[in-house]
């Protein structure tokens, strides 16, 4: 009798912030909403992907993470735009309506700079549905790897 195992979508695997090999395991220990805890795991606890690539991998994810702010800025200063209808209003105004936005997501875009790199940026980086099933992940943890 062979176990039949859901697997997530790309999507709600990037949502949830899982493990871009497997879809199974979390990339980061705490929880996606929790704004705090932002420790990212080293390894997927469910099939052993390094996430780290190699050094310094990440550091293309500030690059993420920055046209995530100009984006959010963007639409924040068109919608307060929108909103107000007047053309004598106070710069501040602008400025606290787009600053604060990027203040308050700041815990969510670290992480989904990071995840948006590896699920949809990193070319040879796909999914492989052997890696979702239990003796994959029982023979990878008895081996060590």
């Known amino acids: 009798m062979e176990s039949k195992q859901y697997i997530n979508s790309e999507f709600k695997a990037a949502l949830h912030a899982k493990c871009?090999?497997?879809?199974?395991?979390?990339?980061?220990?705490?929880?996606?909403?929790?704004g705090y805890g932002q420790q990212m795991n080293e390894d997927c606890p469910y099939c052993a992907?390094?996430?780290?690539?190699?050094?310094?991998?990440?550091?293309?994810?500030?690059?993420?993470?920055?046209?995530?702010?100009?984006?959010?800025?963007?639409?924040?200063?068109?919608?307060?735009?929108?909103?107000i209808l007047s053309d004598s209003v106070n710069p501040w105004v602008y400025t606290v309506a787009t600053l604060l936005p990027i203040f308050l997501l700041s815990p969510m875009i670290y992480r989904y700079s990071r995840v948006i790199l590896l699920f949809w940026l990193t070319p040879n980086l796909h999914f492989e549905p052997e890696r979702s099933k239990d003796e994959y992940v029982s023979f990878k943890r008895r081996s060590g790897r």
């Open 49 to 83: 992907f390094h996430f780290e690539i190699e050094p310094g991998y990440f550091y293309v994810a500030m690059f993420v993470s920055y046209a995530l702010d100009v984006a959010i800025m963007v639409a924040f200063a068109v919608a307060t735009y929108i909103l």
């Open 20 to 34: 871009p090999k497997c879809r199974g395991g979390k990339m980061f220990s705490a929880s996606t909403i929790a």
